[in-house]
């Protein structure tokens, strides 16, 4: 997902450099994807990504001999005549569910669903691309994979994460977004209105990193109708978290918790990008990565 316009970035990180040679997390996303063997990528942007940046995706697929779709996310796109007039006041897309909605006609496959603005480390990849290749994602099994909020958070500002609780049979009982958690020293909160709520060091967050089998589309597409029709505000959003929990409420289906090791990195605010640069450059230095990622 390469839609989002970033506002508390100013700017668009999904094109950023953060590595010598230019190259983007979008690109490492994408390398990582390829090595765990995974083989057809859809990215879903917006009109404002450069043209040239979308030429030098392309030629990238054609050299590494990868299958490549864009799909254009905008404010109209899906929305029934009835709700016409929500176009007109809104300023940005409709959100990660609507996101992948968008893709619905490109994607009959089990298939990942991850931000293109966030480094999620080599192991998430191959542990969904294990889960993919067993069949374990079925039409009424999806999977995620949590990371620790220890290592998710930003040391610029509050963050959204969504709050991850396990059942016994370490299957998803519940995700929750939180838009605004923050860390002080070694503790970890998570702010609504006045209130601050304590968030132990030892839970697990979603990172919008999910293995979905096609039949989410009906779910999804019936979800956004529905959201539709509350006459939501300019700035109200369908989030992934909140639908994937409908279906675990419902019981249709169910989601196994990938756990990682690996550190997560993003760019929420433009102070945390140095963070990520010394980082991809001490993995270049070891050779977690070569220095040109694409030669």
Known sequence: MAAGLGSRYKGLKQVDGISSNGETIMEFSIYDALEAGFTKIVVVVNAHLPESYLTRLEKIAAEKEFELHFVIQTIEKLVPKEFAHLI???QKP??????ILCAKEIIQEPFVVLNADDFYGKNAYIEMASYIDKGL???DQFAMVAYPITVTLSENGA??????TLNASGYLQEVIEQTKIIQEDSEFFFLENENRWLIPSSTLVSMNFWGFYPTIFESLQKAFYDFLRSNPDTTSEIYIPTEVQRLIDSKSVKVNVLQTSDRWYGITYPEDKAQLV?????CMANQLYPINLWK
């Open 94 to 99: 409709w959100g990660t569910a609507h996101a």
């Open 278 to 282: 010394l980082f991809i450059s001490e």
């Open 88 to 90: 007109h006041e809104r």
């Open 137 to 139: 994602i079925q039409k």
């Open 159 to 164: 963050v959204a994460r969504g709050i991850c």
